[in-house]
């Protein structure tokens, strides 16, 4: 990767596509419209809270690769964001939380069986859009992604003991969650706009994936909830194990080890039992050895857009690269 002074803003990353983006969105409005007063009620308020369309530029971007723009690329990136969303309202649900990007999650303002309901609605309304495109292969890649994103959700849930919870699991989960549905969007890109390209796209975009929630993990342990819109330590709150203290656990000592266990035994954490354990964690270099792993990952996204061919979009491949790796750090 190109060597910067300043980390690049999503908007930066977004600029040759600005206008496509808006385009998204109101393909987005388009696919969710119900006559029904219940389901455009919350469908307005996810509206409101919706994320920076990071998989729909890529999807974007991808598709721009060879200096093209298919006509099909800014629906297909509205599908990958209704995706996107409909597994954070059903994660939610699942796991209870009551905030997402500092704004009350759809189960803490309605209720649980609303969430799993609007989650449900949102797949079921990204289907019928794909189909109506009348292509077989973007929905076989789409369809791909979202079972492995459920497969990865229930084996997370499976996990008996959080702290038996290997590396391997990890990356697992991750690829599953994370870098199933970006590496999708990217293979999606390149089927519209650079079908030369389908393989090196996808590649990239699920290394980028991988990065990406390697550096949303170290977040939960450097950054604040007004950084971050969620409290600081909430995967450890919520007892989920992350790169950073996989690699601290078999270096811990016994009173550490035993003040590790005191967290995840509690069904409700204090605040200074999280700032310790980050601590912990933190002393025994989990954070060092994370981001290299995400470096690691960044590095292999990077060498998969070698050969591509240069312009706006590429170069746009490689600031998300950054962007993903170094965002709100």
Not at 37 to 61: M, Q
Not at 286 to 315: F, K, N, S, T, V
């Amino acid at each position: 990767m190109t060597a910067r002074t300043a980390v690049p803003r999503l908007a930066d990353i977004q600029a040759p596509i600005r206008e496509r983006v808006d385009g998204v969105v109101d393909e987005i409005r388009r696919i969710v419209v119900s006559d029904f007063a219940p389901v455009e009620t919350v469908n307005e308020y996810l509206l409101k809270i919706r994320g920076k369309l990071f998989r729909p530029s890529l999807l974007l971007l991808c598709d721009n690769v060879e200096g093209e723009q298919s006509p099909q690329a800014e629906t297909l990136a509205a599908i990958v964001e209704l995706v996107h969303l409909a597994t954070l309202v059903h994660d939610d649900a699942v796991d209870h939380s009551v905030l997402r990007r500092g704004m009350p999650t759809v189960n803490a303002l309605w209720s649980h069986q609303v969430a799993i309901i609007m989650g449900d609605y949102l797949y079921t309304r990204s289907l019928m859009e794909i189909t109506r495109l009348g292509k077989l292969e973007p929905i076989q890649v789409l369809a791909d992604a979202a079972n492995a994103m459920t497969v990865g959700e229930m084996r997370q849930l499976s996990s008996h003991d959080a702290l038996d919870f290997s590396e391997a699991d990890y990356y697992r989960l991750i690829d599953s969650k994370t870098a199933s549905l970006m590496g999708a969007a990217c293979e999606l890109g390149a089927l519209t706009g650079a079908p030369a390209h389908r393989l090196a796209l996808k590649t990239f975009g699920r290394e980028l994936g991988l990065a990406f929630q390697i550096a949303d993990d170290l977040l939960d342990y450097t950054a604040d909830s007004a950084v971050t819109g969620k409290p600081t330590g909430l995967d450890l709150r919520e007892h989920k194990v992350t790169l950073p203290l996989i690699y601290a656990l078999p270096r811990l000592s016994p009173g550490e080890r035993a003040e590790v266990e005191a967290l995840f035994a509690h069904p409700e954490p204090s605040d200074a039992m999280i700032a310790g354990v980050v601590e912990i964690v933190k002393a025994q270099g989990g954070l060092e050895y994370a981001h290299a792993q995400a470096m690691e990952c960044a590095q292999r996204a990077g060498e998969a857009l070698d050969g591509l061919p240069e312009g706006p979009a590429l170069e746009a491949l490689r600031d998300s690269i950054v962007y993903a790796i170094e965002r709100r750090r």
